[in-house]
């Protein structure tokens, strides 16, 4: 259900929206989401029980003075009824393809039990 991309670094399947112009409207629906930059590099990949509230916080608070997460440009969402075990599943792919895990992860968001 998710993909990496050679060329142009998209991580889930589907359209990568703009993040300002549609981040207030997603569904109140447990899923992971991926933020990007202006280059489509990937800052972050994360989870949340309802990604209306979380995208409705970001917005609000523009990320809550995370100045890594305020360079979002762009953005992914898969709605999924375990964002746990996805986003398990996105993060160790991704180390494993990049030898790291994204800028604005860090080291520990990688255990999943």
Request: contains cysteine.
């Amino acid at each position: 259900m998710y993909h990496f991309s050679i060329f142009n670094m998209e991580i889930l399947e589907g359209k990568v929206l703009l993040w300002l112009d549609s981040a207030r409207f997603v569904k109140n629906k447990p899923g992971v989401y991926v933020l990007y930059d202006k280059k489509l590099n990937v800052l972050y990949i994360g989870k949340s029980d309802s990604l209306q509230k979380e995208f409705e916080k970001y917005v609000d608070t523009n990320f809550e003075n995370d100045e890594c997460k305020q360079k979002t440009h762009t953005y992914q969402r898969l709605f999924t009824e375990n964002p746990k075990e996805r986003i398990c599943q996105l993060l160790e792919d991704y180390k494993k393809e990049h030898d790291k895990v994204p800028i604005c992860n860090v080291e520990s968001d990688l255990v999943c039990v």
